[in-house]
Each structure stands twice: as C-alpha cells, then as structure tokens.
C-alpha cells in the first residue's frame, strides 16, 4: 500500500474497516461508492439488513362460516389409547384454516375419557363419552367409545419401546446411539437392530437397567426421569404416557414381542397440504398404519422437520408456524423409518389485481408464472443486455466478457442476439474448461489419491466430454462401466479414489442421481426410504470391480463372482437398482452394465431429474430442489411441474447438455432482471427474479487477474493457465483456498464453501497481490491511462473492464471529477477507481 496516500474507512455496526486508499472528497463524489462498499460488506459477513420492512399490521381475521372436526367420531380400542382432534375452520372463501389450538375442549364424562387442551383424546375406562368442542363461535361434538382397556397389553419392543427411544433422542449419534454408545451403554442408531438393543438393555450393565419385581427402580426409568445422575438430563416425564408405558413393559418382563405381531407399514400425515396465511399455525397429525390393518395416532412420538424454516417453522408436537416470506414448504414427518410429507402454500398477502402478465419465452415461464399467480407475486422486468451478458457469460464459461466483447454486444441491434451470443459461448474452449472443473469436483480428481499422471488423465476424459458434447447418458454409461486399460478407459480411476464398493456406490448414488444412501450402510435411512437392503444392492454391482497389471499399465476389470450378505440379517442381498426389491440372482456378466442402463434409462425417476436440478442450480441461483443432491419424499421440488418439464425436455433432446443450457438461457425467467419489485422482495425460492451468485473462487480470481491484466503463474503448471483450468485441486494458492475451493474428500456439493467470511472482505479491501495487479506497469489499468487520455473515454473503459456496461452519468460525473481532482497522479487514481470497483457487489456477485 502507498503510506504516503490519504485512507478512509467505512463503519459497519462497531466495526470500522480500511478502504483502499482515494480522498474523502472523492468518495462521497464517486459513484456513491462507501455506500456499496459497505452494503458488500454487511452482506459477506452475514449482517444482512432488511431494505423493506412492512408495517406490522395484524391480518384481519378470516370470517368462520363452518367449523368441521376431523374425525367426527371416535373408537379407542386398548390400554391407554390417544388420538388427536383436528378443528378446521371453513371461511367464507371455502378456504381451511386451522383452529385446533385456539378451541376449547372438555369431556362429558371424566372416567372414560381425557381430552387435552390441544385435542388429545385418551382412552381411561370402557364406555361412552362426547368432547365438546367449541371454536370460531361454534360447538360440536364428538361421540366417543372406549373399550378394551383392561385387556392384558401385548408388548412388543420394537413397536412399542424403541419408538420412546427414537422421540427423546436416546438412540441418536448424539447420545447412545454413536459408535463407542454413552456412559457404556450403547443403542443402535434410531433402534435399526432391535435384537442388539433389547439384550444391552437386558443382559448388560448387571442387569441393573431393568428390575422387572420394582420397575419404578429400573436405572432406564430412574436416569430418564431424574431420579438418577444422567448427562442427558431428564428426557421423560414422570407419569407421562411414556413413563407408564416403559414402567408396564418392564414390569411386564420386558418382553420382545411376538414374531408375528403386526409389523409398521407406512405413515399418514394430516392433512397432507394446506394453503396458509403469513404467520397462521397449522397442527398435524401423524398416523402409523400396520401390516393387520390396525392404525395408531403416533404424532406425539414422530419427528418433525422442515425443509425451509424461513418459510415455516415445526415444533417437536407438529405445529407448523408460518412465517412471512411467500412460498412453498415441506414438513417432514417420520416415524421409525417410513416418512410422510406435509405440504404448504404461503402466498404474499394482498390483491392479485396489479400482478401484471409477462411474455412467455418457454415452457420454463408457464410454470414459473403458474405458481407466482399461487403465490400472488409478480416477476420482476428483464434485465439489461449488459447484465444479460455479464450473467450468461459467467453462468456458460465462467469468464468475464472483455471490453471489447462488451462493447460489441451492446452495438448489437439484432432480435436474437441474445440466442446467438449463447450459441458462440458454447463453442468457446472455456465451456469445457469451466465444466470440467465442476465435474472434477464431483467425480473426485484427487491427484493425492491417484498421482499426476492418473489424475490428468481422468480430469482430460472429463474435459474432452464436455468438449465434444457427449450426450449425458452416454457420459454416465461410459463412467459406470468403463473397463479395458486405464488409459483408455480413465473413468475407471474412480475405484482408485472411492477404494471400496460401498463409497463407490455412494458416490454414483448421490452424483447421478441425487440420492444420498450413505446413512442407510448402517441403518435405516432417517429421512427416506432407504433400508440397509438397498444400500447393499447398491453396493454389490461394484463388489466385481478389481484392477489387473499388465506390460501397458493397469486395467480395471468386473469379473470377479461376489456375494453380498446384509450386515445385521446375514441374508445374500443381490444387485439391484434403487427403489426394487432384493431379486433371486444377481445380473449375469458385469453388473455395472445392469446398473447404467437401468440409470439412464427415459423413464428412470431421478437420472434425468438430477441433472437438470443441477443445472437449473448454477444458472438460477437456486435449485428447484435444495440441496441440489438430495432428492427425497421428504424434500420435494418446489415446482414440481418445472422439474418434470425440464427433465421431460432433456431426456427428448437425447441427452443434450447444449440443448438444455439454451432452452434455460431463453426463457423470460432467466432473463429477470435482479432488481426487486415491492412483491418479490423477499422472495428467494420461486424465480421472480434473478438472485445474486457469489462467484466461485476460480471465477472470482480469474476475474481480478483478467480485469488487472497481470495472470498468475501456478505452481507446476506453464504461464497462461486460468484458474479455472486448474485440473489439480492441490495446487497451493491462498486466494482459492481462503474463498472456498473444495478439497475434493467427498463428491458432496457442500465442499465447495459459498458462505462470505471477514477474511474474504478485508482479502480484496487491502492484499498487497492484488494491489500489485492494479498497480503492475504494464497491466491493464496503466495500459488504459495510456491510451486513453481522454478521462471520459478511460471511464467507459473501467466500467466495460469490470462491469461490462457503460456507466450512468452520476458515475462519469463522480469518476470525472476524482481524475481531474488527482490528475497529478492520474494513473494512482485511475488505479484507486478500479480497486473501488473491485470491492463493490457489482464485481464479485453474478446477477
């Protein structure tokens, strides 16, 4: 840094940062520049402030024509049994509204039946009762029968106990459930191996944890309800349902159950969607449906999840909370291993009359404004050309447009240039550069793991795909079942980096099809369906896999004849695909071939699906589904319509990589501008607008060495390579590392960090690396002041260099009056505005 130059400081909170060196008079003149700097700032360190803040303001509440309660009646079968009430209320405009935790409820007769104060009914003696109800200015009533209750119950552990264990979290990984157990006592992970459990609880510890002739003094009473040290502190209520259930059990003998009992088959969550008002509640409940038939309110022992908490919020009991950003969002529901999913529609409050119609480009704009018009919020205008092509040139080749490409690309008066600038970005050498890249991470080309030579070579096949415009089916055939030499099959260096058949399978499932199976190798997977059986199918089309020498150098080979045995059972489990049941044999030959045409078949539910989620991700900011590789029931898209068009699309255009980018590129919603109406402000998830991407840690600095003009020289590799052509992610560089450039451990999308930190901010404010680009003598800022002395001519140049437009005329007029101000030093200033430029949102957000 110059000493010898005037420094101001811009304050964030309590905070007071450097800025880079420019007068005080400057600033305030310049382009408004402290102003965006510190916006930048408050928004990398996560003090995002709100720019709008409506009025809180009560909604006036909705007028209650009819109030329904669901069931209408209700039979109690069995000791202490509970079922839960809903209350709906009808509005005039026949929309449901939720009124189960505002009514009021009592029992008409005490002895026979309970009812809570949030509408659980329980079962206490045989005979007849009615719960009255009273909401939104009405009463019902339900009749209730209770029967069976002093029938002998007959206990089951795996139905009854270890549900207990899964809701207070005592089998978790957190608690008794991880590896090495808790204070020596040790659960399987959400009870996955029952077996295991019941004899920890019986047989060890001296058989102190159960004491059948004084339940009440059993230690698994005692340390879960505080009658004993416990570090989990009390998990169980005395007296609760629970606690006389556990007490029962133990006294009971603390039976297994019979092996013919009722086994769990599914769970029903109610209601399954509702449409909700900003900040309104909704009570769910969940139903655990048995193989006899039988059904049994299971709310108060499921678990409970949202998949967006800043659209609505769920508590342990399953009340929704909404909050006040319009949207769509998922509730998760499980219980033991089914799931179950609750889906809501939160719309923006207000009239529909001002959402004005907007041209339709393609399919993509008929579903995007579909569920707009749900959501009642408008899109925003389109962007610029110059924004346009700033943001399709970062999004296709991960490169900024020159000045010139800039300046040639506004002069373009053509309808389509747009089209025609999409085409030639997809010929560039950059295109399979840039995707490459996002591949490598992927597929993991891990020099450590494979050395130099293996690495490039299976980094080049992946480039030279991209290249070509391998069709994605024929990528991932070649991928999965690639055998013969090393060399000429480098997909094959895949099993050199996942070294097992389990991580393999692992990988595949979640790169190709966004699938994360990993969970299920122990047990059941606690947000999907997956079982310990459809990991190990998964598993056992990679077990035949084994590397071979030869005089030529390595070949992978698929010949081995393997069996595969499920961990906990010891049953033979087969290969097969996802989502099929464990067949009588394994395919013939090399299964992996079985696995990738099972894969990339049209009709496979999520090959397809995946990808173009991917994809929609990198150019929308968002994936329809999130996070990007979790395709799940419990995770769904929020416009499914979208992801099934989209995906439709694709698998019709066989497969074309080119073809989907150009039908995204086109279409009216990619074309948003990112500037924010007064209906979309909040909105994040539904494409109103276009969102701001940070830039990955390639892009970023490939940009500040191509707007500086000086590159950089990597160790190990020749001058000119661009850091997005960087194949080996250990190449040691402070720049890469610090914003975020993935390790490559796993093939997780979440490497690759996006999160802003302090040290980034004060990186680009003040590294002496970069103040030397800036200043280089023969850089591009000295090269400008050079050619340009007429200062209104070098400012359109510093705004077609960094931010691809020509600037309005408050910025000439602030930047013209800096230069002249400093036109002793023209080029220190020119280089002072350049840096400004640098730290500004502008530059280092795609938008």
Known sequence: MRVARRSNSAKVGSITIDLPPCSSEAARNMMLWVPRLTSLIALLCGWTANFAVAAEQPADAPQIRRVIVDPAKLTLTGPDARYSLLVHGETNSGRLVDLTRSAEYSSSSTETSSVSTTGLVRGLADGKATIQIQAGGQTLSVPVVVRDTKVPRAFHFENDIIPIFNRFGCNSSGCHGKAEGQAGFKLSVFGHNPEVDLAALLQEGRSRRVFSLVPARSLLLTKASGGSPHGGGVRIRRGSGEHRLLRDWIAAGSPAGSDDAARLTLVRVEPSQRQLAMTTRQQLRVIAVYSDGQEKDVTQHARFQSNSEGLAKVDEFGLITAGETPGEVAIMAAYMGPVAT?????????????????????????????????????????????DFLRRVSLDIIGTLPTADESRTFLADKRPDRRARLVDALLQRPEFADYWALKWSDLLRVDRLALGHKGAYEYYRWIRDSFAANKPYDRFAREFLAGDGLLSQAPAGYLHKVEKTPDKVASTVSQVFLGIRIECAQCHHHPFDRWSQTDYVGMQAFFTQVTFKPTPRGEMVVASRNTTSKHPRTKVIVHAHPLGTQNPDASPEGDRRKALAAWMTAPENPWFARNFVNRIWARFAGRGIIEPIDDLRVTNPPTNPELLDALSKSFVDSGFDFHALIRTITASR?????????????????????????????????????????????????????????????????????????????????????VEPS??????????????????????????????????????????????????????????????????????????????????????????
């Open 342 to 386: 609750f889906r809501a529609l939160i719309p923006r409050e207000g009239t529909t009359a001002g959402i004005p119609k907007r041209p339709i480009h393609n399919f993509i704009d008929t579903h995007v404004d579909a569920k707009l018009q749900q959501l009642n919020i408008a899109a925003s205008e389109l962007c610029t050309d110059a």
């Open 669 to 753: 919603t990619y074309q948003l501008s990112s500037k924010p109406n007064e209906t979309n402000l909040g909105d994040e998830n539904n494409y109103s607008r276009a969102l701001f991407k940070k830039l990955s840690a390639e892009v970023l600095f490939d940009a500040v060495c191509q707007t500086t003009g000086v590159g950089e020289k990597f160790d190990g590799l020749p001058n000119g390579y661009r850091a997005i052509q960087l194949w080996d992610s250990q190449v040691s560089h402070y720049f890469l590392r610090l914003f975020g450039r993935p390790e490559r451990a796993t093939p997780c999308e979440c490497e690759r960090s």
């Open 758 to 847: 302090v040290g980034q901010v004060l990186h680009i404010l003040n590294s002496p690396k970069i103040h030397a680009k800036l200043s280089h003598a023969g850089g591009q800022i000295a090269v400008l002041v050079e050619r340009y002395p007429n200062d209104s001519r070098l400012i359109d140049e510093l705004y077609l260099t960094f931010y691809n437009r020509f600037p309005d005329e408050a910025e000439r007029k602030g930047a013209a009056e800096f230069l002249l101000r400093h036109g002793e030093h023209r080029q220190q200033a020119a280089e002072d505005i350049a840096w400004t430029m640098m730290n500004t949102v502008e530059f280092l957000f795609n938008h």
